[in-house]
């Protein structure tokens, strides 16, 4: 798979601002991507050493709008923890 359709894009909250202390770094990732293709996306688009890769899967929500109910979709993050003299620069 390609870098850019692998990583979707980087998940900023304050819970991972947190970890990026940790060196952890959050991002949306395609669903059908494997851990192996996550780390070669990284690696690849922001030139760092991946250490380990975690993933996890969100089920999307039921939403109520005027019209009915229509659900969101599905997300898929990973967790990604680099090299410690490695940085990731966001913004």
């Known amino acids: 798979m390609d870098a850019t359709i692998v990583i979707r894009r980087p998940l900023v909250t304050e819970k991972n601002t947190t ?5 952890r770094y959050v991002f949306e990732v395609d669903r059908g991507a494997s851990k192996q293709d996550i780390k070669r996306a990284v690696e690849e688009l922001y030139k760092v050493r ?5 993933t996890a899967r969100r089920p999307g929500k ?13 997300l898929r993050k990973a967790i990604v ?3 410690a003299e490695d940085r990731i620069e966001l913004f």
């Open 62 to 74: 039921i939403r109520r709008t005027r019209l009915g109910y229509t659900r969101t979709s599905d």
């Open 50 to 54: 991946v250490v380990a890769v975690n």
């Open 19 to 23: 970890a990026q202390e940790q060196n």
């Open 81 to 83: 923890r680099v090299h």
